[in-house]
């Protein structure tokens, strides 16, 4: 054998058959209501030799202390709800699809409070506000106002100081001013300005759009929820 060559140490298999044998009494019985309980559930075979060769040491162990597996695991069903039924921690969102629902939201809002004044203003045609900056405007505002709603979420350990947040959400509302202030001189032609109702038609269309992505991607922790 090599220098480099070195024995694979592979764990001994669990003699489940033993174990149950020195079982006392109490923790036999207790042990063949859960096991009566695992085909109930349809448990495969592989799933359940895993299960007891993980569970028959530990309650040796806490039989010779004196520690029935009632008072161990608590009743059959706690045990059986723990292993097959445990509610799963929702996945956090991403960055980016909170920045984009986000960025949803506001562009919804502009483009309806925007179209309906347009309807109603006196001249009833539209307003001096191009798509292209309602766009940008709306993208920038999404990706604001998600740096703090996320610092919020975090846990209070994980936070990054709030000084740093601050400058953060302080550079990119900077950001969001002068992009305004230039997205009003794009010439026309590249941010044409769009009737009133067509704009509250697609704010409407965009509303069905979110819902979508909201539900298709299960996003979270956002402006709406």
């Known amino acids: 054998m090599a220098k480099n060559d070195q024995p694979v140490v592979t764990a001994e298999p669990v003699d489940i058959e033993g174990l149950e044998a020195k079982l006392s009494k109490k923790n036999a019985d207790y042990l063949f209501k859960f096991k009566r309980a695992l085909k109930t559930e349809e448990v495969s075979a592989e799933r359940q030799t895993e299960i007891l060769a993980e569970m028959l ?7 010779h ?13 706690t045990k059986i709800n723990q292993l097959l039924h445990a509610p799963q921690k929702p ?12 960025g949803l939201i506001f562009l919804i ?37 998600t740096y703090p709603m996320r610092y919020t979420q975090m ?4 936070r990054p100081p709030f000084w740093k947040m601050a400058l953060v959400v302080i ?6 001013v002068v992009a305004y202030g230039v997205t009003i ?7 044409p300005v769009i009737l009133p109702m067509i704009q509250v038609v697609v704010a409407v269309i965009l509303i069905g759009v979110r819902i ?9 922790g956002t402006f709406f929820g």
Do not use: C, H, W
């Open 109 to 145: 809002m502009y483009l309806a409070f925007n179209g309906i004044a347009a309807y109603f203003s006196k001249k009833g045609s539209a307003t001096s506000i191009g798509i292209t900056s309602i766009v940008i405007t709306a993208a920038l505002a999404g990706v604001i106002m």
């Open 155 to 158: 846990p209070k350990e994980q």
């Open 171 to 176: 550079g990119l509302t900077l950001a969001f």
């Open 185 to 191: 001189m794009i010439p026309s032609f590249l941010n």
């Open 65 to 77: 202390k004196g520690k029935p597996a009632t008072q161990l695991y608590g009743p059959v069903t």
């Open 57 to 63: 040491p530990e309650m040796l162990a806490e039989q």
């Open 212 to 220: 979508y992505i909201k539900r298709r991607f299960k996003i979270t």
């Open 91 to 102: 996945k956090q969102t991403s960055l980016q699809l909170q920045m984009l629902d986000n």
